[in-house]
């Protein structure tokens, strides 16, 4: 049974860090890019995140790029997102997604599976 499974959420202030983990079973993680999305209240899901399946290759939001960093551990079937100077703008619930490709996109219906997601709200 494919299952993404997103954990490390939590209320942190505006400067803090978060590590986000998601844990793939079945045939979700192997020979798949990975991404990171997030959606706050009454705006649509937005891109955060991605990585190749080799982990050779990443691309980040502009609006994250330089205080998030994305990684994955493909023996452990797990990918990671460390979010640092968090800012009250970062709150959302962050999910995670395996796409259908080798190769990591921003585009959202290139991802195959979803998560249920992970609470991150950030106060000032």
């Known amino acids: 049974q494919e299952q993404l499974v997103e954990s490390g959420g939590g209320l942190v202030q505006a400067g803090d860090s978060l590590r986000l983990s998601c844990v793939a079973s079945g045939r979700t993680f192997t020979s798949r890019a990975m991404g990171w999305f997030r959606q706050a209240p009454g705006k649509e899901r937005e891109f955060v995140a991605a990585?190749?399946?080799?982990?050779?290759?990443?691309y980040y939001a502009d609006s994250v790029k330089g205080r998030f960093t994305i990684s994955r551990n493909n023996p452990k079937n797990t990918m990671y997102l460390q979010l640092n100077s968090l800012k009250p703008e970062d709150t959302a619930v962050y999910y995670c997604?395996?796409?259908?490709?080798?190769?990591?996109?921003?585009?959202?219906?290139?991802?195959?599976?979803w998560g249920q997601g992970t609470q991150v709200t950030v106060t000032s």
């Open positions: 997604a395996a796409s259908r490709l080798v190769v990591p996109t921003k585009i959202t219906w290139d991802y195959e599976y």
């Open positions: 990585i190749s399946w080799s982990a050779s290759i990443t």
